[in-house]
């Protein structure tokens, strides 16, 4: 079992940064890949990015490539994911989750672990 904590969401202004941050606690955090979702109101829950399990390979969707960063503090069990250049289509619920796909993966189907989410809001 892994329990998985978001925090750092909030209300930012277009163009402002925001730092996301997964707590993992339970089993080795090492053996999973972490991904970041996120799901506006009425719409599907759409992958943002994801990162191996040691961190060294990362990929992401093209709506946040070049703006987004993921990482990972294997010695401190978390996760993270800054947010640049935000806009107000980055408005959402944002979700991380731990897959025992070592690579990560692109599929919300592979996710077997999900945080509670938190709440990222981008004012136009």
């Known amino acids: 079992q892994v329990t998985l904590v978001e925090s750092g969401g909030g209300l930012v202004q277009t163009g402002g940064s925001l730092r996301l941050s997964c707590a993992a606690s339970?089993?080795?955090?090492?053996?999973?890949?972490v991904g970041w979702f996120r799901q506006a109101p009425g719409e599907e829950r759409e992958f943002v990015g994801t990162?191996?399990?040691?961190?060294?390979?990362?990929y992401y969707s093209d709506s946040v490539k070049g703006r987004f960063t993921i990482s990972r503090d294997n010695a401190m069990n978390t996760a993270y994911l800054q947010m640049n250049s935000l806009k107000p289509e980055d408005t959402a619920l944002y979700y991380c989750?731990?897959?025992?796909?070592?690579?990560?993966?692109?599929?919300?189907?592979?996710?077997?672990?999900w945080g509670q989410g938190t709440q990222v809001t981008v004012s136009s």
């Open positions: 989750a731990a897959t025992s796909v070592f690579g990560g993966s692109l599929r919300s189907a592979a996710y077997e672990y």
């Open positions: 990162i191996n399990f040691n961190g060294k390979s990362t």
């Open positions: 339970g089993r080795t955090f090492t053996d999973y890949g």
